[in-house]
């Protein structure tokens, strides 16, 4: 059973930075597109940013020049950096990865970021 788990959430004021990380195993880090989304309370969950086993990138618009999306293929991991928080930045962020071979999404648990003025 492939797990995903996030950490690196909290609390930082606005204007300040995180760094997320997404520990997957060495299968979905190789072979499946993966991302981050987030949901904050009340609203819907929405994409974050993805990374597609080509090493190609996307960002949704409000995080373009703020946000980093990596991956560290050594530990397993997937990144992403975050700079110039904005307090709707808040919400929980999820690890999200998609496996073809398999045809499986996978989640992680989530990690919240509160983002204060």
């Known amino acids: 059973q492939e797990e995903l788990v996030e950490s690196g959430g909290g609390s930082v004021q606005a204007g300040g930075s995180l760094k997320l990380s997404c520990a997957a195993s060495?299968?979905?880090?190789?072979?499946?597109?993966m991302g981050w989304y987030r949901q904050a309370a009340g609203q819907e969950r929405e994409l974050v940013s993805l990374?597609?086993?080509?090493?190609?990138?996307t960002y949704t618009d409000p995080m373009k020049g703020r946000f980093t999306i990596s991956q560290d293929k050594a530990k397993n991991t997937l990144n992403l950096q975050m700079s110039s928080l904005k307090t709707e930045d808040t919400a929980m962020y999820l690890c999200?990865?998609?496996?073809?071979?398999?045809?499986?999404?996978?989640w992680g648990q989530g990690t919240q970021v509160t983002v204060s003025s």
């Open positions: 999200w990865a998609y496996c073809s071979g398999t045809l499986r999404n996978y």
């Open positions: 060495e299968y979905i880090i190789r072979y499946c597109d």
């Open positions: 990374i597609r086993t080509d090493g190609t990138t």
